[in-house]
């Protein structure tokens, strides 16, 4: 099994500030993973697939990089209403969750 | 618009089967893989499986044995999850699978599911 892990676990940030999550795979994935983002009562909601493509009616602030093991999300300048937390997934095997990264706010 | 609805029992009897439905509008079932995920209370997420309109599926390794999505109809698919405990209370999405990246992408609001005498 490909076991994927997000960091931080949790961070606090304020309006306008950069945020950068980073997801890890335990084995290589090419760039087969996606970002999403849930809010508190919510189904999660696709930002980011194939590690870099912004779905369609995602901001541009939000931007995705990476390959292989290791993976970022981005939030350029960060929204009131993208305080939430952010999981990545790896479509390479079984489609694994990472644990999450809650972003509140400072 | 794909729209996707769960439907089922809100309450399960430890040891007994969890059964759920989802409705599928805006999409034909023979266009994409159909999934099942979950959610435990405060909890990540935790994907169950998918059935294709080929009658094809995959599931997480760790449910394999208790777990069966399939096809009901034109545009409902199905899980059934036996033996279920406590650890299985969560709130239960069905979503679309699509390929070759796997990314879920459009999403039924969830269900939640408890387990309990």
């Known amino acids: 099994d490909i076991q994927m892990t997000q960091s931080p676990s949790s961070l606090s940030a304020s309006v306008g500030d950069r945020v950068t999550i980073t997801c890890r795979a335990s084995?290589?994935?090419?760039?087969?993973l996606n970002w999403y983002q849930q809010k508190p009562g919510k189904a999660p909601k696709l930002l980011i697939y194939a590690a870099s493509s912004l779905q369609s009616g995602v901001p541009s602030r939000f931007s995705g990089s990476g390959s292989g093991t290791d993976f970022t999300l981005t939030i350029s300048s960060l929204q009131p209403e993208d305080f939430a937390t952010y999981y990545c997934?790896?479509?390479?095997?079984?489609?694994?969750f990472g644990p999450g990264t809650k972003v509140d706010i400072k | 618009q794909v729209q996707l609805q769960e439907s089922g029992p809100g309450l399960v009897k430890p040891s007994e089967t969890l059964s759920l439905t989802c409705t599928v509008s805006?999409?034909?079932?023979?266009?994409?893989?159909w999934s099942w995920i979950r959610q435990a209370p405060g909890k990540g997420l935790e994907s169950i499986g998918y059935?294709?309109?080929?009658?094809?599926t995959n599931y997480n390794p760790s449910l394999k044995s208790r777990v069966t999505i399939s096809l009901e109809s034109q545009n409902q698919f199905s899980l059934r999850l036996t033996s279920v405990t406590a650890a299985d209370t969560a709130v239960y999405y069905c979503?679309?699978?699509?390929?070759?990246?796997?990314?879920?992408?459009?999403w039924g609001q969830g269900t939640l599911v408890t387990v309990s005498s």
């Open positions: 084995q290589s994935i090419g760039n087969y």
């Open positions: 805006g999409a034909s079932i023979s266009t994409y893989y």
């Open positions: 997934q790896q479509g390479y095997s079984t489609q694994g």
């Open positions: 979503a679309t699978l699509i390929g070759p990246y796997d990314k879920f992408d459009y």
């Open positions: 059935v294709h309109y080929s009658g094809s």
